[in-house]
């Protein structure tokens, strides 16, 4: 597993240049309200400590950051030191949130520490879903909130043919024109091991969380998983 997770931290380090210009194009802006939802449902209140876990490049954390206020703390972790750079190059206006590199699967962070959680198009990447959980859990204040974004396979067929499509013929060519073919073919095949919603609600309750809803968006193509922590 270690090897896998050093792959994919050396993948995210050599995209993280044309990372946010091809996820911009590619989905022709949408994933910008797709965080949106993602934020808002986390339920981040003025003067919380806010965790974006796979921060890549911050759009999030600095969505998250407006929403904490000068008050709060906004915490972007990631463990592609590049994409942190990216991250903090970028959002130098944003003050309170601290940018750190760290693993998903071993966050560096004190238990019952942080009052909302975001994850947006990390938990296909991460090389052990239930770990990436436990630790969710084991850091957000009882009661609290976690919201996790990702791409998925939709169970209507016609979307799904359309969604290969894309994949082979917008999503690989852009990246390939770039330099980065096989960077970007990962994506058809993390998507088939992916699992669904109703799979990750089951892995979320095992890990501890008291409540966990996933909601397919755009055609089932996108999915937010909702989770919270027992109260007590
Ligand atoms: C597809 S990018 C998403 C970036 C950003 N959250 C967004 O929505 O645009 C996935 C990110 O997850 C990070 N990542 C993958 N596995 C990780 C792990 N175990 N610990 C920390 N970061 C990880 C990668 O370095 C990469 O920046």
């Known amino acids: 597993m ?6 994919v931290r050396s993948l995210f380090d050599r ?21 949106l939802m993602a934020v808002k449902w986390a339920e981040p209140q003025k003067g919380d400590r806010a965790l974006d876990i796979c921060c890549g490049s911050g759009d999030v954390a600095a969505q998250l950051s407006d929403r904490v206020g000068p008050d709060g703390t906004v915490i972007g972790l990631d463990f592609a030191e590049e994409m942190l750079d990216f991250a903090w190059q970028r959002n130098l206006n944003k003050s309170n949130i601290q940018w750190i590199p760290g693993d998903a ?23 052990d879903i239930p770990k990436a959980f436990q630790e969710m859990h084991r850091v957000l204040k009882p009661g609290k909130k976690a919201a996790i974004l990702d791409m998925h396979r939709p169970e209507n067929p016609l979307i799904r043919r359309f969604q290969q499509w894309y994949l082979d013929n917008q999503v690989v060519p852009a990246a390939a024109r770039l330099g980065f073919v096989e960077e970007y ?4 095949p993390s998507l ?4 669904t919603g109703p799979e990750q609600v089951k892995l979320a309750l095992n890990a501890g969380f008291a409540k966990a809803t996933h909601y397919p968006i755009a055609g089932g193509t996108m999915g937010v998983l909702v989770l919270t922590k027992p109260s007590t």
Request: overall charge negative; hydrophobic content about 40%.
């Open 2 to 7: 270690q090897s896998q997770s050093t792959e």
């Open 15 to 35: 995209i993280a240049p044309v990372y946010d210009d091809l996820n911009n194009t590619l989905s022709l802006g949408q994933h910008k309200a797709w965080k």
């Open 105 to 127: 699967l071993a966050l560096p962070l004190p238990d019952d520490h942080i009052d909302c959680i975001t994850m947006s198009y990390g938990l296909r990447n991460v090389v």
């Open 185 to 188: 073919a990962y994506i058809a």
């Open 192 to 195: 088939d091991r992916f699992p």
